[in-house]
Nanobody
Framework: QVQLVESGGGLVQAGGSLRLSCAASGSVSSIYIMAWYRQVPEKQRELVALISRSGSTEYADSVKGRFTVSRDDAKNTMYLQMNILKPEDTAVYYC??????????WGKGTLVTVSS
């Protein structure tokens, strides 16, 4: 199984930037997709961005052009660079990993609050 730990959340002003990190450990060689999700209380969980093992990326329309997902294989870490943040980006952000031969792995989340 894969263990995931998010970090980098915090309070920022609208228009500012924040960089989230997701450190993976365990059976990292079995991961084929890593993704960022976010959730607001009483709302659906939303896929924000994903990156495949080949390096291809996908983004939600709401963050396209503002967020960038990347990874550092040497550090077993995925990043989410968030720019031009808006109050509606406020949410708990979760890291997820899809692995061959195992259930999906999830971090415990990191809170991002964007003030206006």
């Amino acid at each position: 199984q894969v263990q995931l730990v998010e970090s980098g959340g915090g309070l920022v002003q609208a228009g500012g930037s924040l960089r989230l990190s997701c450190a993976a450990s365990g059976s990292v060689s079995s991961i084929y997709i890593m993704a960022w999700y976010r959730q607001v209380p009483e709302k659906q969980r939303e896929l924000v961005a994903l990156i495949s093992r080949s390096g291809s990326t996908e983004y939600a329309d709401s963050v396209k052009g503002r967020f960038t997902v990347s990874r550092d294989d040497a550090k077993n870490t995925m990043y989410l660079q968030m720019n031009i943040l808006k109050p509606e980006d406020t949410a708990v952000y979760y890291c997820s990993a899809k692995s061959w031969g195992a259930m999906d792995s999830w971090g415990k989340g990191t809170l991002v609050t964007v003030s206006s």
